[in-house]
Structure formats: structure tokens, C-alpha cells
């Protein structure tokens, strides 16, 4: 792999080459020993007397304030019971991501109208994220009581039964029987002492302790449930904040585009039409002087109009080609192929022309990965495919190129994979080292009636 294809892919190196070792044990036993399963016990271990005070605090609160809500005092007690509930789900994301690794966004904040206690208090009750973060404080206390009995136990009897022979001479020489006792009458009484049965405690014992990890990992997971759903932002306002960042990039892609459309204009057809301006100018002046000069730099300035005009064409082609325009994506992507120095097979599956937005975002998408193949694939030929499922459109440029392309490293791909998800598209790279490569969007189908 060249320097060059690998810094235009964004392939800094290939990962699993070279790291750490890998673990000699398998998950199953490094369970128990691993700090990951000693956290998430802790997480489970504090979580009783959190979601004790959690409950405590949220149904004193909101008695007292149904209590009182026969007075005006009663408004202002339940909204100050959904801001503490607020305040502890704050906490209670803290504790999710040190002990679980759980990163979850903060909710949307408090945005009163007006300044003032009745301004704050209308906000807190109307706010969503502080009703759900009452409704965790109620649901946290049952959970936590049922995955703290269920943690401790099976973590306690797996540990004491598989250390069991290392302690059972306890009953003995102190207790005054022969071992643990696991029934007992008025007549008969079994007790662990011979060494079958304290071999068979330990194994049960150490089955117990490989599955502890993996129980309390599961309960775990209802507390990650609880925390993303009803600690973290709501989708609208989460989807609001995408929208938001998606805005953002779109601004930002858009004031590149004129930078660069300037750029092109200033460096290119305006310095030549200067000096096309010039270059006439002189002719004038020796029309009469020396015609035969005149004419041969009226030749010269003839060649720089051509140039000029070329270069007009590619920059209005770079904004939106004519033919893009006029006969749709089969026609334009075309034109983009046969400028490609890889032979490039072309084929779009599509009844109907999408939205001109749509349209455009897919010319652009192709051009740009035809034009990473032709500078760093070194492949000997691509296709690219076009088609329709339901709401959805599918762009696919495949080379038989060197491969290694990755998105995620801040190329030119991460760049148009940000400029797709802006309109809720989805860029998807598999390119192994070796290649071949795939280049996978997909776009959102719109349909655009009035042309």
C-alpha cells in the first residue's frame, strides 16, 4: 500500500497487526478476576441504599406537595421535588459512567420564560425530563432491591462454596459438627463432610462464581436501559440537536463550496479574462503600428478565450452539470465515468428521477469516490450501481483496487460521510487490506413533482 492511498483514505495502519496480547483465558473464566465485573458489583452494591434515598426523597416530596396542593404551597413543593430528582439524575449518570462506562447526554435544560420562582416552577412542571427522572427515582428503588438480593447471593454462596474446602474444619473443631449442614430433623441430619461432597460443593461453587459476573452483568443492563431512557435527553430533543449539528455541516459545506468556487474563479477564468483584457489592449494599440503582430496576438487571445470558456464549463460542471439537469443520473454519472482513468461500468436502476437535492448529493457522492479511485485504488476497473429500495436510494462504487480505505480516520471520506448524514444518509466503507473496495450510500428517497 502506498503513503499516498493510505493518507488519502485516511489508513494511518491496519489495525490487529500489532497492540497488546491477547488474553490467554477465554471471557468465561478471566469473568470473576476482570475489573469490568468488580465495577458493575460495585454499581449493583450501591445502587440499594442510592435508590433507597432516591425513593424516599421522591415520595416525601411529591406526598407533601399533593398534600399541600389545597394551598398555592403545594406547586411549588412538587416542582422542587422534580428539580432535586433532576439533581439526582444527575448523579446517577455520573455513577452510570464510572462504573459502567454508560455516557449519557445530559437532558434538555430548564428554559423558563420569564425570571422569577413562578416562571422557574411553570418550567420544572412542564419540563418532561424531570417527570421521567421522577419516574426513576420510584422504578430504581423494587429494581434495586431485587438485583442487590440477587447480586449478593449468587456472588456469596459462588465464593463460599468453592472455597468451601478450605474452611469446612471450622464446623468441627468450633461449631461442634462434622461439617455444613444442609437438612436437619428431629432424627436425621446430612451434613458436607466427606470428600465427595465437599469435591462436588467446590465444583458447584465454581460454577456459581463464572456465572456471577454474567448475572450481574445482566442486571446491569435493565440499569443502562433505565439510565438512557429515562436519565438521557428525549428523542425529540435529541433529534432536534442532530438536526442542529447536521445544520452546521451543511453551512459549513456550503461556505467551503463558494470558497472554493471563488477561489477557482480568482486564480482561473478572471486572471485569464485580465489578461485576455490586456493582451487586446496591446493588439489595439499596433493594429495600425504592425498589423501581422496585431493579428498573431489577436491569435493568442483567441487560445485564451477557449481556455477561458473551458474553464467556465468545468466550474459550472463542478456546481451542477447541464446534463445532470437535463437527462438524470444515467447520463451524468456516465459522463463522470468515461473521465475516470479506471474503466468504470455504469448502471442506474431507477423508474423515476429523485429530488434535485437528492439528485445532486448522489452526482457528487460518485464523482468524489471515482475520483479517489482514479487518484489512489490503483485498480483496473469499478462499477457503479444505482438503485431504488422503498424510501431509500443506494449508491455502490466497487474497484478491485489495493484496498485499505477507512472512513473514521478524518479523510476526504469522513468528510463526505458528514456532508450524507446531514441528510440523514449513511455511508458504509469495506475496503481490507488487499482490497477489493465497497463503497456502500444510501440516501433518502424524495420525489420532486414540479421540474
Not at 182 to 197: A, K, M, Q, S, W
Not at 199 to 223: K, Q, S, Y
Not at 314 to 338: F, Q, W
Request: proline residues 6%; contains cysteine.
Amino acid at each position: 500500500m502506498t503513503t499516498e492511498y493510505g493518507q488519502a483514505y485516511g489508513l494511518d495502519s491496519v489495525p490487529g497487526r500489532a497492540g497488546g496480547r491477547r488474553p490467554r483465558l477465554p471471557a468465561g473464566l478471566r469473568a470473576p478476576f476482570e475489573a469490568r465485573s468488580r465495577r458493575e458489583l460495585g454499581y449493583v452494591l450501591l445502587g440499594l441504599p442510592v435508590g433507597t434515598l432516591l425513593f424516599s426523597y421522591a415520595v416525601t416530596m411529591v406526598s407533601l406537595g399533593a398534600g399541600l396542593l389545597v394551598t398555592f404551597l403545594g406547586i411549588p413543593v412538587l416542582a422542587a421535588a422534580l428539580a432535586g430528582c433532576r439533581g439526582f439524575g444527575a448523579m446517577e449518570r455520573a455513577r452510570a459512567r464510572g462504573l459502567l462506562g454508560l455516557d449519557v447526554a445530559d437532558p434538555e435544560p430548564l428554559r423558563p420564560a420569564k425570571r422569577g420562582v413562578a416562571a422557574w416552577t411553570g418550567a420544572v412542571l412542564r419540563d418532561g425530563a424531570s417527570w421521567r427522572a421522577l419516574l426513576y427515582a420510584l422504578v430504581r428503588f423494587p429494581w434495586a432491591v431485587l438485583s442487590f438480593g440477587v447480586a449478593v447471593t449468587v456472588w456469596t454462596w459462588g465464593w463460599a462454596m468453592l472455597t468451601y474446602p478450605l474452611w469446612f474444619w471450622v464446623f468441627p473443631m468450633y461449631v461442634g459438627q462434622d461439617g455444613l449442614q444442609v437438612y436437619g430433623d428431629g432424627t436425621h441430619r446430612i451434613h458436607l463432610d466427606n470428600p465427595f461432597e465437599i469435591t462436588v460443593t467446590a465444583l458447584v461453587g465454581l460454577l456459581f462464581a463464572l456465572a456471577a459476573p454474567w448475572i450481574v452483568r445482566a442486571l446491569t443492563t435493565v440499569d443502562r436501559m433505565l439510565v438512557h431512557g429515562l436519565l438521557g435527553p428525549s428523542r425529540l430533543s435529541a433529534r432536534v440537536v442532530e438536526l442542529e449539528s447536521d445544520r452546521g455541516v451543511v453551512v459549513d459545506a456550503a461556505a467551503a463550496d463558494l470558497r472554493r468556487i471563488e477561489r477557482d474563479l480568482h486564480d482561473g477564468a478572471q486572471a485569464r479574462l485580465v489578461g485576455l483584457a490586456m493582451d487586446l489592449g496591446l493588439a489595439k494599440e499596433k493594429l495600425k503600428e504592425d498589423p501581422r503582430a496585431a493579428a498573431r496576438m489577436v491569435d493568442e487571445a483567441h487560445g485564451e478565450v477557449k481556455t477561458a470558456l473551458q474553464e467556465l464549463r468545468d466550474l459550472a460542471r463542478g456546481i451542477h452539470p447541464a446534463v445532470l439537469t437535463d437527462r438524470g443520473l444515467d447520463a451524468a454519472l456516465s459522463a463522470v465515468a468515461s473521465r475516470c482513468p479506471v474503466p468504470v461500468r455504469v448502471e442506474v436502476d431507477l423508474a423515476e428521477r429523485p429530488a434535485p437535492a437528492i439528485e445532486g448529493i448522489a452526482y457528487f457522492t460518485v464523482s468524489e469516490l471515482l475520483q479517489n479511485v482514479g487518484k489512489h485504488s490503483r485498480a483496473a476497473s469499478a462499477a457503479v450501481e444505482v438503485w431504488r429500495v422503498e424510501d431509500r436510494l443506494l449508491l455502490q462504487v466497487v474497484d478491485d483496487g489495493v484496498g485499505g480505505a477507512d472512513a473514521s480516520a478524518g479523510s476526504g471520506l469522513a468528510g463526505l460521510a458528514e456532508r450524507l448524514d446531514a441528510v440523514d444518509g449513511i455511508l458504509v466503507v469495506d475496503s481490507p487490506p488487499g482490497g477489493p473496495t465497497r463503497v456502500t450510500a444510501e440516501l433518502p428517497w424524495r420525489t420532486d413533482r414540479v421540474r
